[in-house]
C-alpha cells in the first residue's frame, strides 16, 4: 500500500515537472524574437506591449477566421512601427543625440501638470495601463530621443519658400489685398442733360465740394442735390469692397484719406463726388492667412523630407523579420 502511494505520488510529482517544463518553454516561445534591427532585437512580448488590450479584446471577439488574419495585420502594423522607432534610435546614437534623466523628469512634470497628476495617482494610472514608472520613463525617453533626431535632422532643415506662401495666398483668398481693402463711402451724383449742363454739373460739384471743405454736411447735401438712389440715405454705399465698383470711383476713393472727398469725376452722364468715410484694413487677416498656409507648406515639407531620410535609414539598414 505504501509502495502505491509511493509510485503515485512520483507519478504526480513527475507530471508536476512535466507541467512546469512544458510551461517555461511555452513562456519561451511567446517571447520569442520578431525582428533584428541592426543586430538589436524585438521580441514577441514587446511587441505585445506596443499593442493597446482594448484592441485585442476587440479582436478576440471575431470569429476565428477573421481573428487570426486581424492579428496577424495588426502585429505587422505594429513592428513595423517599432522598427522605425528602433532605426530612429539608433541614428540618435550614431549622431550622439542623448536625452537625459532631467529631460525625462521635466517631461513626466510636464505631463502631470497638464493632466493635474500628483505623483500617487500618476503611479495609479500606469499601473492601469499595466506599467511600471521605469517602463514608462524608457518609453518616453525613447520617445524625446526620436523627437531630438527627427528635430536635428529633419525638421530643422525644412525652409518655406516665401514666393509660394503668396502664390497661396492669392489662390486660396483672391479677394484679400494689402492694405485698404474695403471703403464705407458717400456719394452725390450730379446728372447733366435735360437740367443743367456737363459744365453746369462741374460748377455746382465744386462749390459742394467746398462747402464740405467749409464744415456743411455730405449727407444732407447728398440728399438735397444727388439724383443716384442712395440720396435718401444721405449717399451711403456701407462698405465697398476693392474690384465691385466702377474703377474710376474706385480709383478715387482708395486713393482718399478717412473723411477725403474726391475731385468732382466726369462719368458718362453724370458728376460725382465720393466721400470715404473710414477704411478696413485687411493686413492682419492676410497675416494670419499667411501664417496658416506657411504651416500647411511647412508640415507638408516635413513629411515628404521626414518620408525620405526614414526610407533611407530604412534601405541601408540590416532588417531581419521573423514575425510568423
Given at each position: 500500500m505504501i509502495i502505491k502511494r509511493l509510485i503515485t505520488l512520483f507519478l504526480a510529482l513527475g507530471l508536476v515537472i512535466s507541467f512546469c517544463k512544458s510551461s517555461i518553454a511555452s513562456r519561451r516561445l511567446l517571447d520569442?524574437?520578431?525582428?533584428?534591427?541592426?543586430g538589436e532585437v524585438i521580441t514577441w512580448s514587446e511587441l505585445r506591449k506596443l499593442i493597446p488590450a482594448q484592441m485585442l479584446d476587440s479582436i478576440e471577439q471575431l470569429p476565428a477566421e477573421k481573428r487570426d488574419?486581424?492579428?496577424?495585420?495588426?502585429?505587422?502594423?505594429?513592428?513595423?512601427?517599432?522598427?522605425?522607432?528602433?532605426?530612429?534610435?539608433?541614428?540618435?546614437?550614431?549622431?550622439?543625440?542623448?536625452?537625459g534623466d532631467?529631460?525625462?523628469?521635466?517631461?513626466?512634470?510636464?505631463?502631470?501638470?497638464?493632466?493635474?497628476?500628483?505623483?500617487e495617482e500618476l503611479l495609479k494610472t500606469l499601473?492601469?495601463?499595466?506599467?511600471?514608472?521605469?517602463?514608462?520613463?524608457?518609453?518616453?525617453?525613447?520617445?524625446l530621443t526620436v523627437s531630438r533626431v527627427v528635430n536635428d535632422v529633419v525638421k530643422s532643415k525644412v525652409i518655406?519658400?516665401?514666393?509660394?506662401?503668396?502664390?497661396?495666398?492669392k489662390e486660396q483668398y483672391p479677394e484679400l489685398v494689402p492694405?485698404?481693402?474695403?471703403?464705407?463711402?458717400?456719394?452725390?451724383?450730379?446728372?447733366?442733360?435735360?437740367?443743367?449742363?456737363?459744365?453746369?454739373?462741374?460748377?455746382?460739384?465744386?462749390?459742394?465740394?467746398?462747402?464740405?471743405?467749409?464744415?456743411e454736411n455730405f449727407e444732407e447735401l447728398a440728399k438735397i442735390y444727388s439724383s443716384?438712389?442712395?440720396a435718401e440715405s444721405g449717399g451711403d454705399l456701407g462698405f465697398v469692397r476693392r474690384g465691385t465698383i466702377l474703377p474710376e470711383i474706385e480709383n478715387a476713393a482708395f486713393s482718399l484719406d478717412e473723411g477725403g472727398i474726391s475731385e468732382p469725376l466726369s462719368i458718362d452722364d453724370a458728376v460725382w463726388l465720393i466721400m470715404a468715410e473710414s477704411f478696413k484694413d485687411q493686413t492682419s487677416e492676410i497675416y494670419a492667412k499667411k501664417e496658416i498656409i506657411r504651416?500647411?507648406?511647412?508640415?507638408?515639407?516635413?513629411k515628404r523630407r521626414y518620408s525620405t531620410w526614414l526610407a533611407r535609414l530604412k534601405g541601408k539598414a540590416d532588417i531581419e523579420i521573423k514575425l510568423n
Amino acid at each position: 500500500m505504501i509502495i502505491k502511494r509511493l509510485i503515485t505520488l512520483f507519478l504526480a510529482l513527475g507530471l508536476v515537472i512535466s507541467f512546469c517544463k512544458s510551461s517555461i518553454a511555452s513562456r519561451r516561445l511567446l517571447d520569442r524574437i520578431v525582428a533584428v534591427v541592426n543586430g538589436e532585437v524585438i521580441t514577441w512580448s514587446e511587441l505585445r506591449k506596443l499593442i493597446p488590450a482594448q484592441m485585442l479584446d476587440s479582436i478576440e471577439q471575431l470569429p476565428a477566421e477573421k481573428r487570426d488574419k486581424a492579428i496577424n495585420l495588426l502585429e505587422s502594423e505594429s513592428l513595423d512601427k517599432m522598427i522605425r522607432v528602433k532605426l530612429q534610435v539608433q541614428e540618435a546614437k550614431r549622431l550622439k543625440l542623448s536625452v537625459g534623466d532631467a529631460e525625462v523628469d521635466a517631461a513626466i512634470n510636464d505631463i502631470k501638470a497638464k493632466y493635474g497628476l500628483n505623483d500617487e495617482e500618476l503611479l495609479k494610472t500606469l499601473k492601469g495601463q499595466k506599467l511600471t514608472l521605469k517602463q514608462y520613463r524608457s518609453n518616453l525617453r525613447e520617445q524625446l530621443t526620436v523627437s531630438r533626431v527627427v528635430n536635428d535632422v529633419v525638421k530643422s532643415k525644412v525652409i518655406v519658400d516665401e514666393e509660394e506662401v503668396n502664390k497661396k495666398l492669392k489662390e486660396q483668398y483672391p479677394e484679400l489685398v494689402p492694405g485698404k481693402s474695403e471703403a464705407r463711402l458717400r456719394l452725390i451724383c450730379l446728372k447733366h442733360g435735360e437740367e443743367r449742363t456737363k459744365q453746369e454739373a462741374m460748377m455746382l460739384a465744386d462749390e459742394i465740394k467746398k462747402r464740405c471743405e467749409a464744415g456743411e454736411n455730405f449727407e444732407e447735401l447728398a440728399k438735397i442735390y444727388s439724383s443716384d438712389p442712395s440720396a435718401e440715405s444721405g449717399g451711403d454705399l456701407g462698405f465697398v469692397r476693392r474690384g465691385t465698383i466702377l474703377p474710376e470711383i474706385e480709383n478715387a476713393a482708395f486713393s482718399l484719406d478717412e473723411g477725403g472727398i474726391s475731385e468732382p469725376l466726369s462719368i458718362d452722364d453724370a458728376v460725382w463726388l465720393i466721400m470715404a468715410e473710414s477704411f478696413k484694413d485687411q493686413t492682419s487677416e492676410i497675416y494670419a492667412k499667411k501664417e496658416i498656409i506657411r504651416n500647411q507648406l511647412r508640415e507638408s515639407a516635413f513629411k515628404r523630407r521626414y518620408s525620405t531620410w526614414l526610407a533611407r535609414l530604412k534601405g541601408k539598414a540590416d532588417i531581419e523579420i521573423k514575425l510568423n
